[in-house]
């Protein structure tokens, strides 16, 4: 899968986006998007349902709630870029990510079947992306927190799935292993 995605620059994005942006190493975007479900499952390979619902800190999410959005965010960051590729003119709404955590359940879900989730929703928005040209890449669109082009929302997928996965590799295994 060879992406046609390029790099976006800062002017595609707004400010607050560019931690994630900047996460995004060289290299195909496709690729490396492709290969994040096994880099999470890896990461949490061996946990129990019990293990996965350890918190931090009070007040943060479990790891299964952090499992949980990233597959809100897959959907709902993948449905701006479906949408601005699409031309749409109208400026698309926004989530308040804490309020969507908690609207939910994913305590009750299975470890194993929120991978599996995030897997399958990645998949198939991998099967769309791949049909992306450089030109849809530059469209822009308007999202209540700002202007972006699709390649910048392309990118801000594999930053976000990172930034949570270094969040799971430091203060979550620490605390784990604090705990047994």
Not at 43 to 72: N, Y
Not at 113 to 142: C, V, W
Request: with cysteine.
């Amino acid at each position: 899968m060879s992406s046609s995605i390029q790099h976006p620059t800062p002017d595609e994005y707004p400010t607050w986006a560019a931690d994630y942006v900047r996460r995004v190493g060289a290299g195909d975007v496709l690729a490396t998007l492709a290969g994040q479900s096994d880099e999470l499952n890896e990461t949490l390979r061996g946990l129990s349902d019990q293990e996965a619902l350890f918190r931090f800190g009070p007040g943060e999410w479990s790891i299964k709630e952090v499992v949980g959005h990233l597959c809100d965010f897959e959907r709902i960051i993948y449905y701006r870029t479906l949408c601005i590729s699409r031309g749409e003119q109208a400026t698309l709404p926004g989530f308040d990510q804490d309020d969507y955590v908690s609207g939910t359940h994913f305590d009750d879900y299975p470890l194993l079947e929120l991978l599996e989730e995030f897997r399958l929703i990645r998949q198939s928005n991998l099967l769309s992306l791949k049909h992306f040209s450089a030109e849809t890449g530059l469209k822009r669109g308007s999202v209540s927190s700002g202007e972006f082009t699709v390649r910048a929302l392309v990118y801000m997928l594999e930053g976000h799935v990172y930034h949570h996965l270094e969040a799971l590799r430091t203060r979550y295994a620490q605390g784990l292993k604090e705990t047994k």
